[in-house]
């Protein structure tokens, strides 16, 4: 066999898988690049939208932050509160949240009147759907999953895409950094969508790998991984498949026994409902966390059992600048105070690379490059459609013609392999269509001609 033919061979195997995997990612990368590029601007939006709240014309100081608290409750009959907003500016509407049934709700309220200005449910709020349409499909965990292997994949496509693209022997810059004009419609297409992969690669795969931790299977992955390393330190501050991950809160001292009993796990199952709040704790809370000079939002949640700590965390999205504090809420004490720095360094990297995937790190820079890398996604998906859809014959998927299959070299396998066990939903769905082909398709002669899998 020549070397000439052999690389040809081992080039029309890249494309294939290339093909098969683009036209499977096509309409999710799509989907995450348009839903992504518009979540970036959450800040702005989101200041747009509650502006009328943001800039209130009462002149009489605030009222105490329980009294805020009650008639928050009294808004959303049979509620309790979940956490209490503190503001971050005079004149702005204190966010309270409280919960009932199990249906958390954002209550805007006066802080001096007391007057009830809006109430939503969390979840109906627009980037909170947003968020679910982003990575879960309003699917749940069935479509986080789904979102989690066309990312997958989209790894392979831009993988592979950057070995087709790769320039040999080519000359001029023409079709490999730019698109030529002037050479017709189909060359136009190819070096549109040759030229955007490879501008946009690398950071559409940070994009992606960014995004892993909050995916169903990837994230539950990532915290089975930690636990048996034993580098879980401490509760995660992101969701995994739309949810918090019990599995990654701090392992409790008097129920870290596999064996635990009925009655410990109802115990552990209990402390986790709100206790009851004695009247004064959140206003001595307060009173002690606004000189700490928490990264705005502040979050102060209530004791889950009767004696624990107030919680106060910073929700801000520019993670690196988030800290917890706990507050004794009897008597105002700062039990203590935990910064960014202090986290173990792999939760570290998660933070700063989701602040980098939601557009927070390096502020406005930061959401406009997110937005382009979203753009240059599309652009790249849809160019990539417009050339199968040019270039498929007719009665058949298109798929690049088959020839004899090149030897794969212990790179190639070993390339696999990491792949796979770095991305488990690759990996399996990888399995899973070798199988379907070699089991199920074997046979079926018309099926095979149309996928492209008769040896041409």
Not at 153 to 164: D, E, F
Not at 213 to 230: C, D, F
Not at 287 to 310: C, D, E, F, Q, S
């Amino acid at each position: 066999m020549s070397v000439q033919t052999a690389g040809t061979r081992w080039y029309n195997s890249v494309w294939r898988w290339h093909f098969y995997a683009g036209l499977m990612c096509i309409p999710f990368v799509l989907w995450l690049a348009l839903t992504g590029a518009a979540y970036l601007w959450r800040p702005q939006v989101e200041a747009w939208l509650d502006q009328r709240f943001d800039h209130l014309a009462t002149a009489a100081p605030a009222q105490s932050p329980d009294a805020q608290v009650t008639a928050a409750e009294r808004a959303v009959p049979g509620s309790t509160l979940r956490s209490y907003g503190l503001p971050a500016a005079p004149g702005q509407a204190v966010r309270i949240i409280v919960e009932r049934d199990g249906v958390a709700s954002r209550v805007y309220l006066d802080p001096a009147t007391l007057r009830v200005l809006h109430v939503v449910p969390e979840a109906a709020r627009p980037f909170a759907v947003l968020s679910r349409l982003h990575g879960e499909l309003l699917a749940g965990a069935i479509g986080s999953y789904i979102v989690e292997i066309a990312a997958c994949w989209a790894v392979t496509m831009l993988l592979t895409g950057v070995y087709l693209w790769w320039p040999r022997g080519r000359r001029g810059l023409g079709g490999v950094l730019y698109p030529r004009l002037g050479r017709g419609k189909r060359v136009f297409w190819r070096d549109l969508h040759a030229t955007a992969g490879i501008w946009v690669s690398v950071f559409a795969l940070g994009l992606i790998l960014t995004g892993l931790p909050w995916a169903k299977g990837w994230g539950s992955y990532l915290v089975e991984i930690r636990t048996l390393t034993g580098t879980n330190a401490g509760p995660v501050d992101w969701t995994i498949g739309g949810k918090s991950p019990v599995a990654a809160e701090a392992p409790d001292p008097h129920a870290g026994h596999a064996g635990m009993t009925m009655g410990m796990a109802m115990g552990m199952a209990a402390a986790r409902a709100p206790a009851a709040i004695a009247a004064g704790d959140l206003t001595r809370v307060v009173a002690t966390a606004r000189p700490l000079g928490i990264a705005a939002p502040v979050m102060i949640a209530p004791p889950k059992t009767p004696g624990a700590p107030w919680s106060v965390r910073s929700d801000a999205a520019d993670r690196p600048l988030r800290s917890e504090a706990e507050i004794d809420g009897a008597t105002g004490r700062l039990i203590g105070r935990s910064g960014f720095a202090e986290r173990h360094w792999i939760d570290r990297l998660i933070g700063y690379g989701i602040a980098v995937h939601e557009g927070a790190l390096f502020g406005l820079a930061n959401q406009i490059a997110g937005t382009i890398v979203a753009l240059l996604l599309a652009l790249l998906a849809g160019s990539g459609a417009v050339l199968w859809w040019r270039r498929r014959p007719v009665g058949l998927l298109g798929a690049p013609l088959r020839l004899t299959r090149p030897r794969f070299g212990a790179v190639l396998v070993a390339a696999i392999v990491v792949l796979g066990v770095y991305m488990p939903m690759f990996g399996g769905t990888l399995l899973l269509v070798l199988a379907v082909e070699r089991l199920v398709l074997r046979n079926l002669r018309g099926p095979r001609r149309w996928l492209g899998l008769a040896r041409g």
